[in-house]
Nanobody, 125 residues
Framework: QVQLVESGGGLVQPGGSLRLSCEAS????????IGWFRQAPGKEREGVAC????????MYRDSVKGRFTISRVHAENTVYLQMNGLQPEDSADYYC??????????????????WGQGTQVTVSS
């Protein structure tokens, strides 16, 4: 059974940083593509970053490019989302998900097979 567990959320001041973790169990990360999503209250869920299973290629939504970095550590079976220069508009519940490939756009990640439970990020002074 595919399981994903996020951690690392919290309260941070504008301009601050957080590193979110998405730890996988039940399968090696080599076999899936991992995407990060977020959903703020009253807004639709949106894709934030994605890392491909085959070549480690990455994808980011425009608003986080240059500030967020997605990476994976095979030995830890974990995907990280390093978030720098956080702004209030980044506040949301962040989720990781496993699928087959990064597609971008509204769907972001194709053939989803699992979601994590989410971790909350609040950016406020």
């Amino acid at each position: 059974q595919v399981q994903l567990v996020e951690s690392g959320g919290g309260l941070v001041q504008p301009g601050g940083s957080l590193r979110l973790s998405c730890e996988a169990s039940g399968f090696p990360l080599d076999y899936v593509t991992i995407g990060w999503f977020r959903q703020a209250p009253g807004k639709e869920r949106e894709g934030v970053a994605c890392i491909d299973k085959s070549d480690g290629g990455t994808m980011y939504r425009d608003s986080v490019k240059g500030r967020f970095t997605i990476s994976r550590v095979h030995a830890e079976n974990t995907v990280y989302l390093q978030m720098n220069g956080l702004q209030p508009e980044d506040s949301a519940d962040y989720y990781c998900a496993a699928g087959s490939y990064c597609s971008g756009g509204a769907v972001w990640l194709r053939n989803l097979i699992s979601w994590g439970q989410g971790t909350q990020v609040t950016v406020s002074s």
